[in-house]
């Protein structure tokens, strides 16, 4: 079978392999879809301390079951993998918080991910319910795409948006049009959506029509312009869907009294500190909250929401392209000129 191994930053291999048989407990899957996103990106250019190189990368995981004997599961079955593999067993997963367990692994980093033909899933994913069977109506190419839709519902759920809010997305990429979205189906009122990058911005715009786009220039007060769309009150909910210390500042700053603001991307490990007005946060009684990929729950949940098209996502792949083509994929996405992209083995 054809696999697209890293070795190292920038030393991204597509090889021939022997296709992987499944052990006691294991599923074996034909990949059918694995889309891609920016941490695909990131491990290409940087690599990861997670990631023991040479390491088969994906983790956006759709396909069908071909061998195994994990009780419950019958080869043709059509699954979607979770990414983030919590142990189950920790204090954190015991209290339900899956999100943060310690023990944490993930598919293409500490096994063998679905840039790939076929697939083992471990066991280890099968004993955390991490294994969903995709509903007759969605394709494999939306069923990819519940991994991030679970992590942007695990974000909305910790910052709590809720029938009425005013919610502002900051980055318009494929997680930001997925916030825009969850937001409409969790029964916001307005949904504003904030990039830098106008072509970018008006292609999101184009498909999950913001209630206004707005594209943050140096002559652009966002923060004003929030302010005027929202009656002065500013927003009850921010959410930064941006790898951006400036985005996390201005979202405290445009924030209404009692506002939740979400710090849903994380910030470069060599530039993680900001240094906010912890009295607005204080006097206007703000909430800040982080968010870290999501549960086996969240990712069932978000392949429900797209089987009831409370949450369309087939119109947010705007690239599907062969395994052979995975360096293209990668470069699409680093280009800003995809929303989402999908490999198809």
């Not at 913001?210 to 921010?238: K, Q």
Request: charged residues 25%; hydrophobic residues 40%; negative net charge.
């Amino acid at each position: 079978m054809k696999v697209a191994r890293f070795y190292a930053p920038g030393d991204i291999r597509l090889e021939d392999s022997a296709e992987p048989e499944p052990g006691p407990g294991e599923l074996k899957l034909r990949i059918r879809n694995c889309s891609t996103c920016g941490t695909d990106v990131k491990i290409s250019r940087f690599g990861h301390h997670h990631i023991a190189p040479p390491r088969v990368m994906g983790h956006e995981i759709a396909g069908e079951i071909v061998a195994g004997d994990a009780p419950g599961w019958e080869p043709g079955d059509r699954v979607q993998v979770i990414a983030a593999v919590p142990c189950g067993e920790c204090s954190e997963c015991r209290r339900g918080r899956m999100t943060v367990c310690a023990r944490q692994e993930s598919m293409g980093y500490h096994y063998d991910g679905a840039f790939a033909e076929y697939m083992i899933v471990p066991a280890k994913v099968l004993a955390v319910d991490g294994v969903n069977r995709v509903p007759d109506n969605v394709s494999f190419a939306e069923a990819s795409v519940a991994e991030p839709l679970a992590c942007v519902l695990n974000g909305q759920e910790l910052a709590n948006v809720r029938d009425g809010d005013d919610v502002v997305v900051f980055g318009s990429g494929p997680v930001g049009c997925l916030h825009v979205r969850v937001a409409r189906a969790r029964g916001a009122a307005r949904v504003f959506l904030i990039d830098v990058n106008r072509d970018r911005l008006d292609q999101a715009a184009a498909i999950v029509k913001p209630d206004a786009a707005i594209w943050a220039t140096e002559d652009t007060d966002v923060v004003e312009a929030v302010r005027d769309l929202t009656e002065g009150r500013g927003s009850d909910v921010a959410i930064t869907a941006a790898a951006s210390g400036a985005a996390q500042l201005t979202a405290i700053e445009m924030s209404a009294p009692g506002g939740r603001i979400s710090f849903f991307g994380g910030l470069p490990k060599d530039d993680p500190i900001i240094a906010c007005d912890s009295n607005r946060v204080h006097y206007r009684e703000l909430t800040l909250v982080g968010a870290n990929g999501s549960s086996p729950s969240h990712n069932a949940r978000a392949l429900e929401m797209i089987g009831s098209g409370r949450v369309p996502v087939e119109d947010l792949i705007t690239h599907r392209l062969p395994l052979t083509a995975v360096h293209d994929a990668l470069e699409l996405v680093a280009r800003g000129e995809a929303i989402k992209v999908t490999i198809e083995p």
